[in-house]
């Protein structure tokens, strides 16, 4: 071994496990040198949950992201040698229709994604899977790609040390701790280990099970728990004796038991002549602080193998053996079998990215053997380049905001998901059942009153309608049709519909407390928002305004949309709730690396906003104001800011509409919103749920959304965004932007669709909610741009204005033509769309009013 280097470019902790690993043979590849990974344990890692995971794959997520980094990673697995690509069954029960749902759904997301899954008859499965009970399902989904990491991942992370080491750019350590980060000035400098100190410029954490405490050593924490995960074998099983396999027949999932299983293929192979069972907790997960996990010297098993009873599942066993008969045949193996331990977190997804306290400390956590290369080839690109080719926005760690980084938020999110590893499936609407009223908008006690149904964003309660409002369903039901399917009404709320056409009549105020504001002041604060924004900021003319912008990446394309509201000392972001606290943390990030004199703050807490909007909506807020001549046409041009007093409280009126009626958002602060509300409701104006906001009337207004229409894939010409001019300043992604400009056409527009029938083969009118993909009605596939990009549905809702389902796609420009006919996919059932708007298109525009933009 060499000796220990006192000094390196990158330190990666926790570099034996498959993550660590990956990252370093990425980082080797986009060119660095001078690379130095320790680990706690042997290399590869011995007590890490590599060294126990069932090291297999399934591409089956209803994302974009988490679905390339699946297939990347399979695909590298079997660039190595190293993948048994056997395919994989998910079954379905008989009498568990919701389940067989799902599948189809997944159907959907992989033509959307670019999966290769579909339904299979019950049949056919047991063709494919000879041990199941063909009576006791009603039908699969087969995934051809589906597979097992061979001999384990464990293998593949040591072969992937070895040839960084070989490479003369990685040097690796093992049994050899992280004791202690070294900082200066808010930058890790290097890590202090048992064997000494080592000074990097950049430290990877990808500690796994660990992380946590790593990252304590920063001062924050990751929203990440490591939860018991049973692990079952049974055995012998000879039937693939002699062949040498490491797997013979198709992986197993039977996720309505939360369970999956598989055979361990030749005796001699590296598991040896078993059956593998593996359960998740679905009532009692067990989660465990790291700093409750052992030390090896500690543990009767592996620090990451935990003691298993029986008893614990054999209530799903025995419903595991009544599917497949050959669990109760075989032996159960005690002595092979444990609880290993995963991570889940508390949204789902990894904790990807820069810290958010340390410059140059980067964390991988939370990541499963699945998506391990595809994850690590992530983090090298965004350290080497600053960006990823596909948007990272849902892995990002600094898509957190502070509150959701308290250790017993954490435990609390992490218990839910953890339930629901494997079941019941989610719905895209789901909302969180625990942690929830963190924050809560000063009139929230009037909302409760009202009878709101409440979601969560943010934090944030928020009702997307009120049953006070049901009696609008006597007068709006002809044109708000009830939705018989249960999995379309789950997390809908009908009067939302009828709120959404009152206030078109009338007017209507909506909380928009979830908000996410950021002032940015300082000397230099201007030249911050000009550098980032596509818009102009700067300039004498632009005080007193809002301006709707965008904040492009170096390759031109969109990372962010917000308004900037331009004050005599600073400027105010308005931002979406899931978005404001990555944005906020990216402008620190960028002020840091320019050494601008700003300061970032976020004073999302002491503000509140409510949106007035319908035809009415002038002269209704005319009755409470001071000066209502204030408000005239003349007075209060477009997406002018003026303060106005209501109720003796100063608040800032932007005129401005996300929802396609004229109106104002009312900004003040959180303590003079009550009775901002008040006065307003007391002259009769009604309350109505952000979902006629957030979904149905903006998308009536072909009106975008960041996160789902907006994100990386795309640039500002084909969402439609860009201004008529570009702006003489240098900003962020400028070169690129003028490229695009310049160009004839581009290679993809976003689209606005409408169902034509949404009738299914049973007879029900269906109203789709999530992501479905857009398919050439002759082919059936999936309609794909010259950059390799599919289309598929970045929103969809019911607008009942036009009484029909509308979505928004990005289409390949030979698709760009309104009258164009096409198809999308609905639980795995074809429904007719026509094209009615190419970019920005809106099918409701009662006075023609300016878009945001």
């Given at each position: 071994?060499?000796?220990?280097?006192?000094?390196?470019?990158?330190?990666?902790?926790?570099?034996?496990?498959?993550?660590?690993?990956?990252?370093?043979?990425?980082?080797?590849?986009?060119?660095?040198?001078?690379?130095?990974?320790?680990?706690?344990?042997?290399?590869?890692?011995?007590?890490?949950?590599?060294?126990?995971?069932?090291?297999?794959?399934?591409?089956?997520?209803?994302?974009?992201?988490?679905?390339?980094?699946?297939?990347?990673?399979?695909?590298?697995?079997?660039?190595?040698?190293?993948?048994?690509?056997?395919?994989?069954?998910?079954?379905?029960?008989?009498?568990?229709?919701?389940?067989?749902?799902?599948?189809?759904?997944?159907?959907?997301?992989?033509?959307?994604?670019?999966?290769?899954?579909?339904?299979?008859?019950?049949?056919?499965?047991?063709?494919?899977?000879?041990?199941?009970?063909?009576?006791?399902?009603?039908?699969?989904?087969?995934?051809?790609?589906?597979?097992?990491?061979?001999?384990?991942?464990?293998?593949?992370?040591?072969?992937?040390?070895?040839?960084?080491?070989?490479?003369?750019?990685?040097?690796?350590?093992?049994?050899?701790?992280?004791?202690?980060?070294?900082?200066?000035?808010?930058?890790?400098?290097?890590?202090?280990?048992?064997?000494?100190?080592?000074?990097?410029?950049?430290?990877?954490?990808?500690?796994?099970?660990?992380?946590?405490?790593?990252?304590?050593?920063?001062?924050?924490?990751?929203?990440?728990?490591?939860?018991?995960?049973?692990?079952?074998?049974?055995?012998?099983?000879?039937?693939f004796e002699g062949t040498g396999a490491e797997i013979g027949m198709p992986l197993l999932r039977d996720q309505g038991n939360s369970a999956?299983?598989?055979?361990?293929?030749?005796?001699?192979?590296?598991?040896?002549?078993?059956?593998?069972?593996?359960?998740?907790?679905?009532?009692?997960?067990?989660?465990?602080?790291?700093?409750?996990?052992?030390?090896?010297?500690?543990?009767?098993?592996?620090?990451?193998?935990?003691?298993?009873?029986?008893?614990?599942?054999?209530?799903?066993?025995?419903?595991?053996?009544?599917?497949?008969?050959?669990?109760?045949?075989?032996?159960?193996?005690?002595?092979?079998?444990?609880?290993?331990?995963?991570?889940?977190?508390?949204?789902?997804?990894?904790?990807?990215?820069?810290?958010?306290?340390?410059?140059?400390?980067?964390?991988?956590?939370?990541?499963?053997?699945?998506?391990?290369?595809?994850?690590?080839?992530?983090?090298?690109?965004?350290?080497?380049?600053?960006?990823?080719?596909?948007?990272?926005?849902?892995?990002?760690?600094?898509?957190?905001?502070?509150?959701?980084?308290?250790?017993?938020?954490?435990?609390?999110?992490?218990?839910?998901?953890?339930?629901?590893?494997?079941?019941?499936?989610?719905?895209?609407?789901?909302?969180?059942?625990?942690?929830?009223?963190?924050?809560?908008?000063?009139?929230?006690?009037?909302?409760?009153?009202?009878?709101?149904?409440?979601m969560e964003l943010g934090g944030w309660e928020r009702a997307h309608g009120y049953a006070a409002n049901e009696h609008l369903l006597v007068?709006?039901?002809?044109?708000?049709?009830?939705?018989?399917?249960?999995?379309?009404?789950?997390?809908?709320?009908?009067?939302?519909?009828?709120?959404?056409?009152?206030?078109?009549?009338?007017?209507?105020?909506?909380?928009?407390?979830?908000?996410?504001?950021?002032?940015?002041?300082?000397?230099?604060?201007?030249?911050?928002?000009?550098?980032?924004?596509?818009?102009?900021?700067?300039?004498?003319?632009?005080?007193?305004?809002?301006?709707?912008?965008?904040?492009?990446?170096?390759?031109?394309?969109?990372?962010?949309?917000?308004?900037?509201?331009?004050?005599?000392?600073?400027?105010?972001?308005?931002?979406?709730?899931?978005?404001?606290?990555?944005?906020?943390?990216?402008?620190?990030?960028?002020?840091?690396?320019?050494?601008?004199?700003?300061?970032?703050?976020?004073?999302?807490?002491?503000?509140?906003?409510?949106?007035?909007?319908?035809?009415?909506?002038?002269?209704?807020?005319?009755?409470?104001?001071?000066?209502?001549?204030?408000?005239?046409?003349?007075?209060?041009?477009?997406?002018?800011?003026?303060?106005?007093?209501?109720?003796?409280?100063?608040?800032?009126?932007?005129?401005?509409?996300?929802?396609?009626?004229?109106?104002?958002?009312?900004?003040?602060?959180?303590?003079?919103?009550?009775?901002?509300?008040?006065?307003?409701?007391?002259?009769?104006?009604?309350?109505?749920?952000?979902?006629?906001?957030?979904?149905?009337?903006?998308?009536?207004?072909?009106?975008?959304?960041?996160?789902?229409?907006?994100?990386?894939?795309?640039?500002?010409?084909?969402?439609d965004l860009a201004r008529p001019k570009v702006k003489a300043a240098e900003f962020r992604g400028k070169e690129k932007h003028v490229a695009?400009?310049?160009?004839?056409?581009?290679?993809?527009?976003?689209?606005?669709?409408?169902?034509?029938?949404?009738?299914?083969?049973?007879?029900?009118?269906?109203?789709?909610?999530?992501?479905?993909?857009?398919?050439?009605?002759?082919?059936?596939?999936?309609?794909?741009?010259?950059?390799?990009?599919?289309?598929?549905?970045?929103?969809?809702?019911?607008?009942?204005?036009?009484?029909?389902?509308?979505?928004?796609?990005?289409?390949?420009?030979?698709?760009?033509?309104?009258?164009?006919?096409?198809?999308?996919?609905?639980?795995?059932?074809?429904?007719?769309?026509?094209?009615?708007?190419?970019?920005?298109?809106?099918?409701?525009?009662?006075?023609?009013?300016?878009?945001?933009?």
């Amino acid at each position: 071994m060499s000796a220990f280097p006192s000094k390196a470019k990158v330190v990666i902790v926790g570099a034996g496990g498959i993550v660590g690993a990956s990252v370093i043979h990425h980082l080797i590849e986009n060119g660095w040198d001078d690379i130095v990974g320790i680990d706690k344990s042997g290399i590869p890692t011995d007590i890490g949950s590599t060294a126990h995971a069932s090291d297999f794959c399934y591409a089956t997520s209803h994302d974009l992201l988490t679905c390339w980094t699946t297939m990347y990673s399979m695909d590298f697995y079997e660039k190595m040698g190293h993948y048994a690509r056997i395919g994989g069954l998910e079954v379905a029960r008989v009498g568990d229709d919701e389940r067989m749902a799902e599948l189809k759904r997944r159907v959907d997301s992989g033509k959307a994604f670019g999966t290769n899954v579909k339904i299979i008859s019950a049949a056919e499965a047991k063709e494919k899977f000879p041990l199941l009970e063909e009576d006791q399902i009603q039908g699969a989904m087969w995934d051809p790609d589906a597979g097992l990491v061979v001999p384990r991942s464990q293998t593949v992370a040591g072969k992937l040390i070895d040839q960084g080491v070989d490479s003369g750019n990685l040097k690796i350590f093992a049994n050899t701790s992280a004791l202690e980060l070294v900082t200066e000035d808010g930058r890790i400098t290097g890590v202090m280990t048992e064997r000494g100190t080592i000074h990097a410029d950049h430290v990877v954490v990808c500690a796994g099970l660990w992380g946590r405490l790593i990252a304590e050593m920063a001062g924050e924490d990751l929203p990440v728990m490591p939860v018991d995960h049973p692990l079952t074998f049974f055995g012998p099983y000879n039937e693939f004796e002699g062949t040498g396999a490491e797997i013979g027949m198709p992986l197993l999932r039977d996720q309505g038991n939360s369970a999956y299983m598989r055979d361990t293929g030749d005796p001699k192979s590296t598991e040896g002549g078993q059956i593998e069972w593996g359960y998740y907790y679905e009532e009692n997960p067990r989660l465990v602080h790291p700093r409750e996990i052992l030390e090896k010297d500690q543990a009767r098993l592996s620090p990451s193998q935990r003691d298993l009873v029986l008893e614990d599942v054999i209530e799903p066993l025995e419903k595991a053996m009544e599917l497949t008969p050959v669990l109760a045949e075989l032996g159960f193996n005690e002595s092979h079998s444990f609880n290993g331990l995963l991570q889940t977190s508390i949204d789902g997804g990894p904790s990807m990215g820069e810290s958010r306290k340390l410059r140059g400390l980067w964390y991988a956590v939370g990541i499963w053997i699945k998506d391990g290369p595809g994850m690590g080839k992530l983090i090298a690109d965004w350290m080497t380049h600053g960006k990823t080719h596909i948007d990272h926005n849902s892995v990002d760690f600094s898509r957190f905001n502070e509150f959701q980084l308290n250790e017993q938020y954490i435990h609390d999110r992490c218990w839910e998901t953890a339930k629901k590893i494997y079941n019941p499936p989610v719905h895209p609407r789901e909302p969180f059942a625990n942690a929830r009223g963190i924050r809560r908008s000063p009139f929230y006690e009037r909302e409760v009153e009202l009878g709101g149904y409440f979601m969560e964003l943010g934090g944030w309660e928020r009702a997307h309608g009120y049953a006070a409002n049901e009696h609008l369903l006597v007068k709006h039901g002809n044109r708000v049709p009830e939705r018989e399917n249960e999995w379309d009404n789950r997390h809908f709320w009908r009067v939302s519909n009828a709120e959404h056409l009152e206030m078109s009549e009338d007017c209507g105020i909506i909380n928009l407390s979830h908000f996410h504001i950021t002032d940015i002041s300082g000397p230099d604060h201007v030249t911050l928002m000009e550098w980032l924004c596509a818009a102009k900021i700067g300039g004498d003319n632009n005080i007193g305004k809002g301006i709707y912008t965008h904040m492009l990446d170096d390759d031109g394309n969109v990372r962010a949309d917000f308004t900037v509201f331009r004050m005599d000392d600073r400027c105010r972001l308005v931002n979406g709730a899931d978005a404001g606290p990555r944005d906020l943390v990216y402008m620190q990030r960028v002020a840091d690396d320019n050494g601008w004199d700003v300061t970032i703050a976020d004073v999302t807490e002491d503000y509140t906003t409510i949106g007035i909007w319908g035809p009415n909506a002038r002269e209704n807020l005319q009755k409470v104001v001071d000066d209502p001549d204030a408000l005239s046409v003349e007075n209060f041009p477009f997406a002018a800011i003026r303060e106005i007093t209501i109720a003796g409280k100063t608040v800032s009126a932007f005129r401005i509409s996300y929802v396609g009626e004229q109106g104002w958002e009312l900004h003040m602060r959180y303590e003079d919103g009550l009775a901002v509300w008040d006065a307003l409701r007391e002259i009769g104006v009604i309350a109505v749920g952000v979902e006629t906001y957030a979904n149905s009337r903006r998308l009536e207004k072909s009106l975008r959304l960041q996160n789902a229409d907006l994100h990386t894939q795309y640039n500002l010409f084909e969402a439609d965004l860009a201004r008529p001019k570009v702006k003489a300043a240098e900003f962020r992604g400028k070169e690129k932007h003028v490229a695009y400009r310049a160009r004839e056409a581009q290679p993809a527009m976003l689209c606005t669709l409408v169902m034509t029938d949404n009738i299914d083969k049973d007879g029900v009118a269906r109203f789709p909610v999530g992501n479905l993909p857009v398919m050439h009605p002759e082919t059936g596939e999936t309609l794909m741009d010259e950059l390799g990009r599919r289309s598929y549905t970045t929103s969809i809702a019911y607008g009942p204005s036009i009484g029909k389902n509308i979505a928004l796609a990005y289409l390949p420009k030979e698709y760009c033509e309104e009258g164009r006919k096409l198809e999308v996919s609905y639980f795995d059932e074809v429904y007719p769309v026509e094209v009615v708007g190419i970019g920005y298109a809106p099918l409701y525009d009662p006075e023609n009013l300016k878009p945001r933009s």
